[in-house]
């Protein structure tokens, strides 16, 4: 398995594949969004034989240390096997390289989508096993999917460093960097 920059990805049909199938419309951004990321955001994808197998779109937050993943997303053949945790642990390593200090991301809240629980509740689970936990605070982030649908979300993190995270830290730089907020 080989960590790639966006620029080296030849099958980028694939990537919008596992975008479109890991996210629902209501949360998921147009493609040309995410196929041409903003110059504060990074696309990393995680390849098998030359193969995209899952990938991520981070922002770093302004002036923190604290990135934002936007999306990840594994194949549905993949899930399961490890390789989200293989592409994750890549993934923490390099940022905490580059002097990331935390990583933030949000999640659908499984308590307001009962058609769609479990699905929410087995994705919170996969972040806890990567060591991120729910932030707590009132986060309230404004309708960024294609439908115009409000998603109820929840805010995880973790610390790359032995220091606890600021939850009310990272709720204000998550809506002031990510969401353009506040």
């Not at 197998?53 to 549905?76: I, K, M, N, Q």
């Not at 923490?92 to 699905?119: I, K, Q």
């Not at 936990?133 to 404004?142: A, D, Q, T």
């Amino acid at each position: 398995m080989t960590l790639v920059d966006w620029s080296e990805v030849v099958d980028r049909m694939r990537v919008r594949q596992m975008y479109e199938e890991a996210f629902p419309a209501s949360v998921r951004a147009p493609w040309e969004e995410i196929e041409n990321p903003r110059s504060d955001e990074e696309i990393l994808v995680w390849q098998a034989n030359g193969k995209p197998v899952a990938f991520l779109l981070v922002r770093r937050l302004g002036p923190t240390s604290a990135v934002f993943v936007r999306y990840l997303a594994v194949d549905r053949a993949a899930r399961g096997s490890g390789v989200g945790s293989e592409f994750w642990s890549e993934f923490v390593r390099r940022a905490s390289a580059e002097g990331v200090t935390t990583v933030l991301l949000d999640v659908e809240d499984p308590d307001t989508d009962p058609a769609h629980a479990t699905e929410h509740r087995r994705r919170i689970a996969f972040y806890e096993r990567l060591g991120l936990s729910r932030i707590p605070g009132e986060y309230v982030p404004p309708d960024h999917g294609q439908t115009g649908e409000e998603v109820p979300l929840l805010l995880m993190g973790a610390s790359l460093k032995a220091t606890p995270i600021d939850g009310a830290g990272a709720i204000e730089a998550v809506m002031r960097y990510r969401y353009g907020v506040r």
